[in-house]
DNA sequence: GCCGTTTTCGGCCCGACTGTTTTCAGTCG
């Protein structure tokens, strides 16, 4: 049987709330199926075996419709009322929709009145000015529409958050110390750590008179090419680097509901603001209701939350997956911190494909801060990446030796890279995999196997038992390239299993294991470790890229292995191997 | 289409902004 993953399943179900509003349905049953995707998308549980019990049903938000057409994706890989409605809806409509200001409603005005079903027929009928004469469209619209076009052409949508986290710098330093800004924080899903960002986001406070001059201060900063927009209230500039900027003054009163509203995420806005409503009170960007409009004073976003009955939400776990639940029972777990990470696992020298040397780490370490390092190079398979034949293995264990003399304080790990070939073996001989005190088993190459296949060859490697963690497990690189397709969750248990750590790989295009796996992964007893996977000395400061991740995925200090000091790493590393 | 500690029917988050209108619909976050 074909396995469908949850994110089959999700996509399916955007799909068809997407083509129900291009039919002009009912817009809550189309925010019904919008609702059941983001469910399943989250779910912990397998899929497969929900719908095999029927526990589908009980899921919160599928109901009777929604759970009956999952099992029939799921059992058969197909679904006959979603191939039916893809027959009905032209492809086209979907780009359309992500022209900005272009929304399900216009989009089917111009499928209906004018026959039109792709981008490119929309653009030459705004340039024939065919647009305008459309019932609530107008000539503003028409040239709108041929801007967004013009934009969804040039830009892409996202960002890694590297980009994003650099250019919001400058941008938050200056709104930060303005002598007429009087607090400023960032927002958004920069600030919540998402994988990728789309803009940065920047919420302030000031005094109402002082608005204008702040605004215009903030379009004149270097490094603007537009201004895309600019009231008193928010303010859009587009960087040189073609990131966008808003930024949104608030009176110091409003200043934490317009943080926590600007924070984000939109379901956990929602889902807030349904809360708000069960206790009788009214929740928005400008403050905490009840009795109509009695504000609910708050100073800071930890009182709104303290008011709903609530713990405390970190901004990184703000998605919706069940921080409100857990906020009402105080069981919102003390997250890992940056100042927890004692030391650096996944690096790799110039032996392979990496800059420095090893001593160059080590006194780089040392300067950061750091207890210990494990350098990583890349195995003999990698041929691309100049990976280590055993000679050349023994002249480096053999350089190791030396510079762990010169720096008796510092714990300097022998470890290795190792590829995972497609039988799911590494590629040395046990022999030498002892000698290593650690290995992390990745995947570089034959991504495109059967998800079976896929899923048998990871779990194989995590039962050697010389794999110490399994290294950047679904493969995606962010906006370039999709994970693998494999039963992930297979492949977590039998880490769990087996006592195999999963790295969190923190380089930005990677940023992986993704976070949405990190509570199911604790829950089957999988420990991690924020690995840089570093090829030059400035890439070690991505570390704080995976905190955020391992952040997100809810992961706590004692289940991060380079949270802990050397003492108790060492006999993790070795934990495997002796049992 | 989903849901229910006042409900199995009648709701379903909220407000700004834009552009189209002359009181409102659509889009967006």
Redesign the pocket.
Known sequence: MAETSKKDVAKVLNEIGTMM?LKGE?P??A???Y??ARTIETLTEDINSLVESGEIRD?????????EKITELVTTGKLEYYENLKEEIPEGLFKM?E???????????IWDDLDITTVGELEYACQENRL?DL??????????TLD?IKFIKKYQERWLIDDVDEASKPLLEFVKNHEKVIRAELA?SLRRHFETV?DV?IVASCADEDRKQIMKEFTELSGVDTII?S????TSIRLESGINA?LRLVSDEQFPYALH??T?S?EH??AM??L??SKDM?????GLFQDEDTLVVCETEEEIFQALGLHYIPPELRENTGEIEYAQNSEIPELLKFEDIRGVFHVHTHYSDGVPGIREWVEFCIEQGYEYLGITDHSKSAFYANGLESDRLREQWNEIAKVREEFPEFTLFQGIESDILPDGSLDYDEEILAKFDFVIASVHSNFNLTPEKQTDRLIKAVQNKYTTFLGHPTGRLLLARDEYTMDLQAVIEAAGETGTFIEINANPRRLDLDWRFGKFAQEHGIKTSINPDAHSLDMLDDIRYGVGIARKGWFTKENVVNAQDVGTVKELLQMKRNE
């Open positions: 509003e009912n809550f049953k925010r019904a199926y609702n059941g899921v919160k938000g599928i109901g009777e419709a929604l759970s929709l022209i900005p200001g272009l929304g399900p409603k216009k989009a089917k005005k305008v019932e609530g469209f107008g000539a503003k619209t028409q040239q709108k967004g958004g789309k986001d927009g009231g008193e209230t928010k808003d509203h600007f984000g939109k806005n929602t603001r349904s708000a409503k009214k929740m928005n960007e400008y």
